[in-house]
């Protein structure tokens, strides 16, 4: 895979992960964006810096997508196909 393509993928990643975030706090109403980034992964700068056109690893993109489809008690989960 070209270098080109890795940031293609990665670019339809986070923007799938922003609507996503959006989708989540229009049920969740109130939650702005440094409270779900500190109570998903415990950075609360981390949407924002989603939103300014920053990237994420992996492995915080993975922990936010499933906080988002799996939220603790409290939160109204997003609503996925499987759920």
Known sequence: MTEANKKKIQSKMVKWLIMAIDTFQSYNTGLSDETLGWKSIGDSSVVG????????????YEDLRDFLVSPPQGFLPLKTKEN
């Not at 810096?49 to 915080?60: F, H």
């Open 49 to 60: 810096r989603l939103r300014s056109g920053g990237d994420v690893t992996t492995k915080k």
